[in-house]
């Protein structure tokens, strides 16, 4: 007959927690820390991709659909995209709305007293009725342009522009000095998130420009709404139909992308929490393996018996090993519900949508139990060099 | 076949005084004896005990346990060697506090790799010849010391081992317990048991088939009754 020492390993699993069934407080004590420490890490990237999630969710709402024309300049010196590019593009199938703007190079006071270098960085451009469908713009007061004020002395101011003009009330009663003569403001609108260029800007109609302001420019922006499942169709031939015989003087771009890259870059601030969070775990880790040596010396008794019911130390290794990472993982486990309810709670009252990535989860929960398991080698290991007579002497 | 054989042991214990418990004893235990070890205290009678065990090594000499040699074996073979082939009691009775007497028992059977169900069956057996079915379901803190005992006592024996040792298994009882022990012991040798007992108690080793005295790591005396 052969005499062998083995450990099934579905009996290992029973070892690692009927220590630490023998002491459950200190076992939730010394789990606590490595609670803190995953519950930070779930909490700061849950809060994190919940923003990040709500910032898409409001770019979506506000479709990721919008492109710009705009000429492209190539070491300062500015090209312009030809008179007949917003023709042009509206003919193309899958645009359901396009709108231009153009620079008049003209400013806006609020009267005519103001020295002329008071511009204060308000551009002056004139724009297509259909601007404020294109891009989805809000009316702060009054109303937009129509076929009817585009021809009249009326401007439509952005929201920093009509701030900086001390303008607030758009029912007619205010005008601002704009090109040597006075135009009625008609409207302010709310901030364009996805045309953040028209905030500062006071907007007159094409043909105002043309009959009052004896303006004849070129378009500086084409909006376009393309159809949202043609989008990259749209995009590889704009450049080609806005001008047709200098295409690499066009540059088109779609600004929901630039939103969706900034929106992701936000998150840098999380670096510092997510040190901390690591932090904690390592201060967990190194709390469990405290109280894994400290269980160790106190336990020699038992070690001994399982020596002499013939455990090898390999199995009273494994044993030691086995319940500091069973320790870690529960920890990693409690503070995984923990983060993700301070998630929930967090986003909750923010109205924003809870976002926690299993990933995340999962991740964070592992290594819980890779901390747990390097603190638990050198316990373990204590436990196994015991000699067993000696471990036995002890009482 | 003997079921131990201890030939030509010394032991020394090393440090700065080193300390030498047990000379050039030969000691051969048959399988189905019933032997106890008597002597006083520093005697060497529990460093015996635990080089029988395997759970030193002598510093001189060899050990056979059911005529394998140990000497030249591995940490992970002695450890075979103790899982199939030896039983232990302690004094302090080293039972889990927080598995019930039947789980308790059959952790004897644990580094045999003996399946679970397996080993609740064979504990219940054995809990049964210590008289304790009773108690299968209690925790050893519901227990009183001669209870504890009887526990450790079927767990050396749930795996049926070819040596039970004994160091001072009345040592932490009253003597009516204590008597009680012994007399299971005795029981457990009738029914094929073999037994080495570690005791300081002349009276209890009187009633043995078998008397070992030990006086400075040295036999003093075989009797043999």
């Known amino acids: 007959m052969r005499w062998r020492s083995r450990l099934r390993a579905a009996d290992v699993g029973t070892l690692a927690v009927v220590g630490l069934r023998g002491r459950p407080v200190r076992a939730a004590l010394s789990a606590t820390g490595v609670a803190i420490g995953v519950a930070t890490l779930v909490a700061v990237l849950g809060i994190s991709a919940s923003s990040r999630g709500q910032l898409i969710a409001e770019i979506d709402a506000l479709g990721t659909n919008l492109l710009t024309v705009s000429p492209n300049s190539f070491s300062g010196e500015t090209t312009s995209l030809p008179p007949s590019a917003p023709a042009m593009i509206s003919r193309i199938g899958p645009v359901n709305a396009d709108a231009a703007t153009a620079d008049l190079t003209v400013h806006v006071y609020r009267n005519q007293h103001i020295p002329s270098v008071n511009s204060q960085g308000i551009t002056v451009e004139a724009a297509d009725t259909s601007l404020l469908a294109t891009v989805q713009a809000h009316l702060w007061a009054g109303r937009f342009l129509n076929t009817a004020t585009a021809h009249l002395p009326a401007v439509v101011l952005g929201h920093d522009a009509a701030a900086a003009l001390g303008v607030d009330r758009a029912d007619g009663s205010v005008s601002v000095w704009l090109g040597n003569q006075w135009f009625d403001v008609v409207g302010i609108l709310e901030p364009v998130p996805l045309a953040p260029e028209l905030d500062l800007s006071a907007l007159v109609g094409f043909p105002a420009a043309h009959h009052l302001l004896l303006r004849e420019a070129p378009p500086t922006e084409v909006y376009v709404r393309a159809d949202p499942t043609s989008v990259g169709a749209v995009e590889s031939v704009l450049a080609a139909t806005a001008s047709p015989s200098a295409p690499q003087n066009v540059a088109i771009a779609n600004p929901s992308d630039a939103l969706t890259a900034r929106a992701d870059a936000s998150a840098a601030f999380q670096s510092l929490f997510l040190s901390l969070g690591a932090i904690a775990l390592l201060v967990g880790g190194i709390g469990i393996a405290n109280v894994m040596v400290i269980g160790v010396l106190e336990r020699r008794g038992e070690i001994g018996l399982r020596r002499a019911m013939g455990a090898r130390r390999i199995h009273v290794g494994l044993q030691f090993l086995c319940e500091a990472a069973t320790l870690s993982f529960a920890g990693g486990l409690a503070g995984a519900v923990l983060g993700a309810l301070a998630v929930t709670i967090y986003a909750s009252i923010r109205n924003w949508g809870t976002t926690v990535p299993p990933g995340v989860l999962a991740g964070a929960v592992g290594v819980a139990l890779c901390v747990g398991a390097v603190g638990g080698l050198y316990p373990a290991w204590r436990a196994s060099r015991l000699s067993p007579a000696e471990a036995l002497r002890s009482p | ?225």
């Open chain 2, 1 to 225: 076949m003997s079921a131990l054989e201890l030939r030509d042991i010394t032991k020394e214990h090393a440090g700065s005084t080193p300390v030498v418990a047990l000379r050039d004893v030969t000691l051969t235990v048959d399988t189905g004896e019933f032997v106890a070890v008597t002597g006083q205290s520093g005697s060497g009678k529990s460093t015996l005990l635990a080089v029988a065990g395997t759970l030193e090594r002598p510093t001189a000499g060899t050990v056979q346990v059911a005529g394998k040699a140990t000497e030249a074996m591995s940490d992970a073979e002695l450890s075979g060697v103790r899982c199939s082939g030896l039983g232990f009691v302690f004094q302090q009775f080293h039972l889990l506090p927080t598995r019930t007497v039947l789980h308790n028992v059959a952790d004897g059977l644990l580094y045999r790799g003996t399946p679970a169900a397996e080993r609740l069956d064979r504990a219940a057996e054995a809990v049964a010849a210590v008289g304790l079915d009773h108690r299968s379901e209690h925790r050893p803190g519901e227990l009183s010391g001669g209870e504890c005992q009887r526990v450790a006592i079927a767990r050396a024996i749930v795996g049926e081992p070819a040596l039970l040792l004994a160091d001072e298994p009345t040592g932490n009882l009253d003597s009516v317990t204590g008597g009680e022990i012994f007399a299971l012991l005795e029981s457990l040798h009738e029914r094929g048991t073999t037994i080495l007992l570690v005791t300081h108690n002349d009276e209890l080793a009187q009633r043995a088939p078998r008397a070992v005295g030990l006086r400075d790591g040295r036999v003093e005396r075989d009797e043999r009754r």
